[in-house]
């Protein structure tokens, strides 16, 4: 008997662990969901906060130039090496400038930007507003009639999604100019015949997608720097847990989110 009631005592305790986890990872994105319609809503409704918003553009978008364009510019030309080690075991080496350019503006422009951003701005938000929060700096928000939502979240929220498109199209860029300066200088590219496959090749959608999913990547960054900044926990562990928690939670969305753009996109 007791041995029936092990063997049935076992599969329920694990399901009973599987349906918490789930129930909670549920319940975690229905609330990022609600966070996520109040953010945007706030974008669109007065009152605006400049002083906010010009401090969150130069933070989230000029600050971040240096960091994107020197991991765009050492992708390109590994990609470069890369792609003609490959292509030589096919006779294929020709085809470098055309696979350099779609690879930076299809894919790895935009992930590696966005990966970028969620590191240096998603955990620089988390930090900032989880310590405004255990100092209690939202606190005097709220009882100065000032909307965290508003005053916080919105302005940061709309730089990202403004800027980081920008970042991608430049780190684009620089990519297929590191592609260019490997395959030139090293590979014995012409280099008028490189630049003329490389935009030749490319086409308006490959371009449309790349500046999409930098939208989405800055979203995504953005949103879960505040929302795990807003929600932390009290004390320097609860600071560090949501800086923690918030770059691991953006890094896996942002790659998610390439996942189904990519499909979007780029679906046969």
């Known amino acids: 008997m007791s041995l029936t009631r092990t063997l049935v005592a076992a599969p329920a305790a694990a399901l009973g662990t599987l349906g918490r986890a789930v129930i909670r990872a549920l319940?975690?994105?229905?609330?990022?969901?609600?966070?996520?319609?109040?953010?945007?809503?706030?974008?669109?409704?007065?009152?605006l906060y400049p002083r906010e918003f010009g401090m969150a553009l130069l933070h989230v978008g000029w600050l971040s130039l240096p960091v994107v364009g020197m991991t765009a510019v050492f992708t390109g030309g590994a990609l470069a090496l890369q792609i003609y080690s490959g292509g030589a075991r096919f006779n294929a080496e020709a085809v470098v400038p055309q696979i350099v350019a779609i690879g930076m503006v299809r894919e790895l422009g935009p992930v590696l930007v966005g990966l970028m951003i969620a590191a240096r701005v998603t955990s620089s938000i988390a930090a900032e507003i989880a310590t405004m929060k255990v100092t209690e700096q939202i606190d005097a928000l709220v009882t100065l009639s000032t909307d965290p939502m508003k005053y916080l979240v919105a302005p940061r929220l709309l730089a990202a999604l403004l800027t980081v498109p920008l970042l991608v199209a430049v780190g684009d860029v620089i990519g297929i100019a590191g592609g260019y300066a490997v395959a030139t200088s090293s590979l014995g590219f012409n280099p008028v015949?490189?630049?003329?496959?490389?935009?030749?090749?490319?086409?308006?959608?490959?371009?449309?997608?790349?500046?999409?999913k930098g939208c989405a990547f800055g979203g995504i960054a953005a949103l879960l720097g505040c929302y795990y900044g807003m929600h932390s926990g009290r004390g320097a562990q609860g600071v560090g847990r949501a800086?923690?928690?918030s770059v691991e939670a953006a890094a896996i969305l942002i790659l998610a989110a390439n996942f189904l753009l990519t499909g979007v996109f780029f679906s046969a």
């Open 193 to 212: 015949g490189y630049l003329a496959n490389t935009l030749n090749f490319l086409e308006p959608l490959d371009v449309l997608s790349s500046l999409a």
């Open 27 to 47: 319940g975690a994105a229905g609330r990022l969901t609600l966070f996520a319609l109040a953010a945007l809503s706030h974008i669109v409704r007065p009152p």
């Open 243 to 245: 800086t923690k928690t």
